[in-house]
C-alpha cells in the first residue's frame, strides 16, 4: 500500500472502482434527470414567463433586496464576531482549574447546545416584552440567539484545538513563571484557535445560513424581503423566481466563505512549515582569516 493510501480504508480493488464508477453514473444521471424533471414543471406553471421575473428590474425591488441583504450581513458579522469571542471565553472556563468555573461553563455549554435554535430566538424575542423588562429591536434576539447557540459550539471547537496543543509547550511556560491565565491566553488560545480554524469557520457558514431565521422574528432580513416580494400581487406572486435569486445569493456567500476558509488553512500551513534559512558562503576572506588561526 503507497503512502498516499488512507489509513482509514483499504485502497479499492479493480472491481470496487468498477462499482463505485457505476454508482456514480447511475447517481449522476438521476440528478441529472430531476434537475431536468423540475426544470420542466417550472416552465409548464409559467415560473420562466418575463411577467414573473420583470419585477426584478425594479430599482425598488433590487433596492429592497439590498437592504435585506445588509441587514442579513450586519446580524451575520455582530454575531459571528460575539460567537468566537464567547467560544473562547466558555472554553478557557471549561480548561479552568477551578471547579465552579468548569462546572458552570460546562453546564452553559450542555443546556444550550442541546436548545434548538429557533426557540431560543423566540424566548428572547417574546419573552422580554410580556414580562414588560424591554422591548428591543428584533435583530439583537436574532444576534444574541446567535451568538449563544453558534458560540457553545465555537467552544468545544477551541476547547479540542486548544487540548491538540502540546504539552510540553504549557510545561514550558509554567516553567518561565508564567500564570495561568497567562498561558491560556497567550498561548494555548492562540494556537487552539489556528488549528481549529476550518473548522470555526465551517461553523461561522452556519451562523450565515441561521440568520434567515430572523424573518419569523420580523426582522427584514433577506429571506423577509425575499418573502414580502415572493407574495405581491401586482408582481403575480413570483414565488420562484425570487427564491432562486434569493437562494443563489446565500449559496455565493457561503462558497466565499468557504473559499476563504481553504485559503486561510493553506496560507496557515505554509506559513507553520516556514522557509529554511539562507545558507551564505564564507568569503576568501573569512577564510584566510579562520586558516591563519588555525595557524
Request: net charge positive.
Amino acid at each position: 500500500m503507497s503512502r498516499e493510501a488512507s489509513v482509514l480504508f483499504d485502497v479499492p480493488g479493480p472491481k470496487a472502482r468498477r462499482r463505485n464508477l457505476i454508482i456514480g453514473v447511475v447517481g449522476s444521471l438521476g440528478l441529472a434527470a430531476f434537475l431536468v424533471f423540475v426544470i420542466v414543471r417550472f416552465n409548464d406553471t409559467g415560473q420562466f414567463e418575463s411577467a414573473k421575473w420583470d419585477p426584478f428590474q425594479y430599482s425598488g425591488v433590487q433596492q429592497f433586496i439590498f437592504d435585506g441583504l445588509k441587514a442579513t450581513l450586519k446580524a451575520f458579522a455582530l454575531a459571528a464576531v460575539f460567537s468566537i469571542l464567547l467560544g473562547a471565553f466558555l472554553a478557557a472556563g471549561r480548561l479552568s482549574d477551578h471547579r465552579i468555573v468548569r462546572w458552570a461553563s460546562t453546564t452553559f455549554v450542555t443546556f444550550f447546545r442541546a436548545m434548538p435554535l429557533l426557540v431560543l430566538i423566540f424566548m428572547l424575542y417574546l419573552v422580554p416584552g410580556s414580562q414588560g423588562w424591554w422591548k428591543w429591536d428584533p435583530m439583537w434576539p436574532l444576534v444574541v440567539g446567535l451568538t449563544i447557540y453558534n458560540g457553545t459550539v465555537q467552544a468545544e471547537n477551541i476547547r479540542a484545538g486548544i487540548l491538540a496543543v502540546p504539552k510540553g509547550q504549557s510545561e514550558a511556560a509554567y516553567a518561565l513563571g508564567m500564570r495561568k491565565t497567562q498561558v491560556m491566553t497567550m498561548i494555548l488560545v492562540p494556537q487552539g484557535i489556528r488549528t481549529m480554524l476550518p473548522t470555526i469557520i465551517s461553523q461561522i457558514v452556519v451562523t450565515l445560513k441561521d440568520t434567515s431565521l430572523g424573518f419569523l422574528i420580523t426582522y427584514p432580513e433577506l429571506l423577509a424581503a425575499a418573502k414580502l416580494i415572493g407574495g405581491y400581487q401586482d408582481y403575480n406572486m413570483p414565488f420562484i423566481p425570487v427564491t432562486i435569486i434569493v437562494g443563489t445569493i446565500y449559496v455565493a456567500m457561503c462558497m466565499i466563505l468557504s473559499a476563504f476558509a481553504t485559503w486561510l488553512e493553506r496560507r496557515l500551513r505554509t506559513s507553520r512549515k516556514g522557509k529554511p534559512p539562507a545558507v551564505v558562503p564564507p568569503t576568501q576572506a573569512e577564510l584566510s582569516r579562520d586558516n591563519v588561526a588555525i595557524v
